[in-house]
């Protein structure tokens, strides 16, 4: 059964850091890409980051690149969003979410923003980010 479990949300002012920690356990020994993504009230889930874990590649959306960074510690099943310089904006609830093994031309197609949620067959349950002014 797999299972991925966010934490490190909390509340900061702008300017601010967070980092986030999805937990993965149940994943086969296999790559998969994984993805950080973000749902603000009465808007749609986007894509913030996506980690394909064969590669350790990994890539960040434009608009958020200058402050966001994703990382995985593999001995510890573990990816990471290191978030700096937080924004009100950025208030959200983060999702963190894995393919089925492969995901490689999940990876690739991130990069050109042409994600879809179905894409993502397992996903945590969110961590709150709140950023105030």
């Known amino acids: 059964q797999v299972q991925l479990v966010e934490s490190g949300g909390g509340s900061v002012q702008a300017g601010g850091s967070l980092r986030l920690s999805c937990a993965a356990s149940g994943l086969k020994s296999s790559p998969y890409c994984m993805g950080w993504f973000r749902q603000a009230p009465g808007k749609e889930r986007e894509a913030v980051a996506t980690?394909?874990?064969?590669?350790?590649?990994?890539y960040v959306d434009s608009s958020v690149k200058d402050r966001f960074t994703v990382s995985q510690d593999k001995a510890k099943r573990t990816l990471y969003l290191q978030m700096d310089n937080l924004k009100p904006e950025d208030t959200a609830l983060y999702y963190c979410?894995?393919?089925?093994?492969?995901?490689?031309?999940?990876?690739?197609?991130?990069?050109?923003?042409?994600?879809?949620?179905?894409?993502?067959?397992?996903w945590g349950q969110g961590t709150q980010v709140t950023v105030s002014s």
């Open positions: 979410a894995s393919t089925e093994p492969g995901g490689w031309s999940v990876f690739l197609r991130s990069q050109s923003g042409r994600l879809d949620r179905t894409d993502f067959a397992f």
């Open positions: 980690f394909y874990t064969g590669f350790g590649r990994s």
